[in-house]
Antibody, heavy 119, light 108 residues
């Protein structure tokens, strides 16, 4: 059974930076693309970023473009989200999710890590 | 961007009743790449249905997905206590990938 565990969340002031990690186990890492999806408190799901299986392509939601960077380390079976210039509206639980190919949905997902941006 | 509109926002039903959840897309979903996820408080979303109508392995057959193009439905026939949760639809065929706003199925 595949498992994804996020870490790195916390309380941070506006304008500061944070790096989230997602550790993958229980399935072969390299064929999968990975996404970050966030959920503001009491709200729905918002797609944030994507990285291709070989790292050759990255995509971002307009709301985070230029501030967030997604990356992966295949040797460590991990995915990262570097978040700069954080804003209060970035406050959310951040989930990572795996996607096998263009015809696949998100599965599995991690439980998420909470990021709170507040002064 | 494909906007997904889920209705109703909240569905109040009793155990044993049938739940019908709707997901309408602002434009046709490519190859019917439409998924349904279930989320309970404090938990990760869980994939239920993909390709509009394919159940994941082990999912009880009381869950069924249908539809194509712009109109999709998730039906839960005979709600069990563990089915009360929030359900999201997602289109994964066209970037940016988008989610609906969710339908909460609550106990009446």
């Amino acid at each position: 059974q595949g498992q994804m565990v996020e870490s790195g969340g916390g309380v941070i002031q506006p304008g500061e930076s944070l790096r989230l990690s997602c550790a993958v186990s229980g399935f072969t890492f390299t064929p999968f693309g990975f996404h970050w999806v966030r959920q503001a408190p009491g709200k729905g799901l918002e797609w944030v970023a994507f990285i291709r299986d070989d790292g050759s392509d990255e995509q971002y939601a307009d709301s985070v473009k230029g501030r967030f960077t997604i990356s992966r380390d295949n040797s460590k079976k991990s995915v990262f989200l570097q978040m700069n210039s954080l804003r209060p509206e970035d406050t959310a639980v951040y989930h990572c999710a795996a996607k096998y190919n263009s015809a696949s949905p998100f599965d599995p997902w991690g439980q998420g890590t909470l990021v709170t941006v507040s002064s | 961007e494909i906007v997904l509109t889920q209705s109703p926002g909240t569905l109040s039903l009793s155990p044993g009743e049938r739940a019908t959840l709707s997901c309408r897309a602002s434009q046709s979903v490519s190859s019917n790449y439409l998924a349904w996820y279930q989320q309970k408080p404090g938990q990760a979303p869980r994939l239920l249905i993909y390709g509009a109508s394919s159940r994941v392995t082990g999912l009880p057959d009381r869950f069924s997905g249908s539809g194509s193009g712009t109109d999709f439905t998730l039906t839960i026939s005979g709600l069990q206590p563990e089915d009360f949760a929030v359900y999201y639809c997602q289109q994964y065929g066209t970037s940016p990938l988008t989610f609906g706003g969710g339908t909460k199925v609550e106990i009446k």
